[in-house]
């Protein structure tokens, strides 16, 4: 409990600080005006890109649960049954993933989504080795993803990228690095994982000697848990090659849609002069640089780093509306329904006990 207040206080301290500090001296009743003429099909159509952004990860986890149930070629889809109560149903994997972005957005480096995914996958009676395959799929495709698409846009688009981006072009650089990282460390784990624990050990070493940490026999594990967890992953992707190339056409898609959302905002906002590529380019960019920050919902830096990224393609009096927009469709709003969602399996959960 402590540690939830804990979260909660500093995600409500860094969204007041950030919101006070990019509305502060600013024409408020100006921006509400701009805000309130957004059109309302590209508002609909944004909200709409924010919420398949979360349903594309909930429709992932059902399309693999379900295809781990497969018993035979003849047999239809196998799906858990907890009582009378059906569990793994798309609609119920896609409030494992509105609850996953919950979680994640009010932790440092989104970090608290998946261990509550599993816990509430595990209430309903699906199968824990099954769930953690599932979400270590879907969790190692959506950084491959990301860092295929953060090297593909340095390498043809590296010069552009550095004049846009300006003083922001070295934060792109460090969280494209942190996430290229993150992927070698996972993919390690998942092809190599003797020489990860061999590692890890000695790592480990060397942080006892300097007194960093205390002996512990429960590290490694977990070092060992969480290689063998990766090892089941791929020795499941490498019997279904269909599923993993699946997944990744639709993590593509996911990633494509959140900077599209920006583009829906622009059009809806009348502004006109800019392309989609560059409005995506640079959203993507965005997205990229903060996404391994310890700060909850990366918020602060990304507010900061739109405003001065955006600035030359909004219209001044566009610009602050445009982010309000854009961020409150693609977090706050999608946090918000994250919230009701967890609060209503918290209250089921509750009761069934």
Same mark, same amino acid.
């Given at each position: ?23 502060? /001296? ?12 957004? &059109?309302?099909?590209?508002? =609909? ?18 399309? !693999? ?40 957005? #009010?932790?440092? &480096? ?33 950084? =491959? ?12 688009? /590296? ?11 070295? !934060? ?72 993993? #190339? ?6 593509? !898609? ?18 006109? @002069?800019?392309? #989609? ?10 997205? #990229? ?10 918020? @602060? ?24 927009? &854009? ?25 069934? =006990?």
């Amino acid at each position: 409990m402590k540690k939830k207040i804990l979260q909660t206080v500093l995600f409500l301290g860094i969204m007041f600080l950030t919101f006070y500090t990019l509305l502060h /001296g600013q024409n408020l009743s100006e921006i509400y005006q701009a805000v309130k003429n957004m &059109s309302v099909p590209y508002l =609909i159509a944004a909200a709409g890109l924010a919420l398949f952004f979360v349903c594309a990860e909930g429709s992932m986890i059902w399309y !693999l649960l379900t295809s781990m149930r497969k018993k035979t070629d003849s047999q239809t889809t196998v799906l858990c049954v907890v009582g009378k109560e059906k569990v793994c149903s798309l609609w119920r994997c896609i409030q494992y993933s509105f609850i996953g972005f919950f979680y994640s957005g #009010i932790t440092p &480096s989104a970090t608290g989504g998946q261990p509550v995914q599993l816990y509430y996958m595990n209430k309903d009676g699906n199968k824990g080795s099954d769930c953690t395959i599932v979400l270590m799929t879907v969790a190692v495709i959506y950084k =491959i993803v990301l860092v295929v698409l953060g090297a593909g846009m340095l390498l043809f688009c /590296g010069g552009a990228l550095k004049t846009e981006l300006q003083s922001f072009f070295p !934060l792109y650089l460090l969280g494209l690095a942190l996430n290229t990282v993150a992927v070698a460390v996972v993919l390690a784990a998942m092809l190599f994982p003797q020489w990860m624990i061999v590692v890890w050990a000695w790592v480990e070493k060397q942080f006892i000697r300097l007194d960093i940490w205390k002996a512990n026999p429960q590290r490694m594990d977990k070092v060992q848990t969480f290689t063998g967890n990766y090892r089941n992953a791929v020795d499941w992707l490498k019997q279904h090659p269909g599923k993993l #190339i699946v997944v990744i056409a639709v993590t593509f !898609l996911q990633r494509c849609s959140v900077f599209l959302l920006t583009y829906m905002v622009y059009l809806g906002l009348g502004q006109a @002069g800019t392309s #989609i590529q560059e409005v995506v380019l640079l959203q993507a960019s965005v997205y #990229i640089a903060v996404d391994m920050l310890p700060l909850p919902g990366a918020q @602060g830096i990304t507010e900061l780093m739109y405003r001065s990224v955006f600035a030359p393609v909004f219209s001044k009096g566009s610009l602050i509306p445009s982010m309000l927009i &854009s961020r409150g469709l693609n977090f706050y709003f999608l946090l918000l329904a994250g919230a009701g969602v967890t609060a209503a399996n918290h209250f089921l959960v509750k009761k069934k =006990i």
